[in-house]
């Protein structure tokens, strides 16, 4: 057998078994130690078959996870985490455990996704602002989702005296006799696993140097790093859109003024945020950001320096850093004035 366990993953790998059935779609479970004490600790099922030697057959099994390798697109407004794990729960079959904490009964103003299952599941700890937030299939098949502290492996650290390995690589992986109670999550020699390698009779655990208050890595993989060189918009997130808050405005403007991108004059300093709404305090004030103009021309278009506070959407041309640019204000955090469905209004004051 040759299988692999992964935190925020699903398992999987291959098992060769004595047997001419193909059973493909079918339920496996793999019991792991020794005659004394036997754990559950792969529950999944086959996706595929092909015949081996005589009299064999070897399957590529996955856990039951798997079923979130598919599109899962959702739209839910206030939700809870509570609230999307049921959902999730009820279309899968797979039952999923969240914790007690206030957090999962805490209400969000939208979740909306529109990729994989494991994304989705990926997303969940950014959107309900969980800290140092993983998932895990658990031994008996179901999930866990939530914060590392509640999880099933919190509160028990493992130490493994180094006489036990039977080899190391890359300063992150040792390798030992099967610890059938060994799972991604478990705090081995003060850091986190986050990759089983189970092979015949020996396993290979693999962990990730991480921030111990965030949970977040401390380190780039190498994928990464080599991504990032070519791209390197990717590693500042500039190909994506930003939020901001108006500091001040950046100059006055007079009839005559030319706006180019040297002085675009019509333009405010801004605060970007983090993904939470918190000014980005690693982030300096960009200074002289331009301001949209609807229907723009020489001396003509729309026109006002939006109030100090304002949240205004920060783009980057062509993802360069140089280039910053505002697309629009949002009304977050303002009082808005009566207006239906259909309707249509500029408005400058209340009734003016």
Sequence with gaps: ASLVLELNSCGRGFITAQTTTDYTGKLVRLDVGYSGLLLRWFTGYVERSQPAENGYQRLF?????????????????HPTLRDVAGWLEENSGISIAVPDVPYSDKPIPHFTHNGTGYQLLNNLGRAFSITDYIWYPLPDG??????????????????????????????????????????????????RVTKVHLTNDTMTITW???????????????????????????????????LARVVAPSEAVKSGNFADPFRPRYAV????????????NQTPVYSAVPLPVPMAGNDSGMFQFPPEGTLVEVA?????????????????????????????????????
């Design 208 to 242: 990730t140097p991480r921030n111990r208050a965030t949970g977040q890595p401390l380190q780039k993989t190498p994928a990464q790093r080599q991504i990032e060189s070519h791209y390197p918009e990717l590693a500042s997130g500039l190909h994506l859109p930003k």
């Design 142 to 191: 179901s999930l866990y989702v939530g914060g590392a502290e509640k999880a099933l492996f919190a509160g028990r650290p493992v130490e493994i005296p180094a006489e036990f390995s039977q080899g190391t690589a890359g300063g992150n992986s040792m390798t030992l006799p099967v610890i059938q109670s060994l799972r991604p999550g478990v705090d081995v020699n003060g850091e």
């Design 269 to 280: 300093d801004v605060q970007l945020l983090d993904a939470d709404g918190n000014p980005d």
């Design 316 to 352: 980057f041309t062509g993802g360069r850093p140089d280039k910053p640019f505002i697309r629009q204000t949002l009304p977050d955090g303002t009082s808005l004035p009566d207006i239906k469905p259909g309707e249509q209004l500029q408005q400058q004051r209340a009734e003016v």
């Design 61 to 77: 099994v996955r856990e039951l996870a798997g079923v979130f390798e598919r599109m899962w697109p959702c739209s839910f407004q």
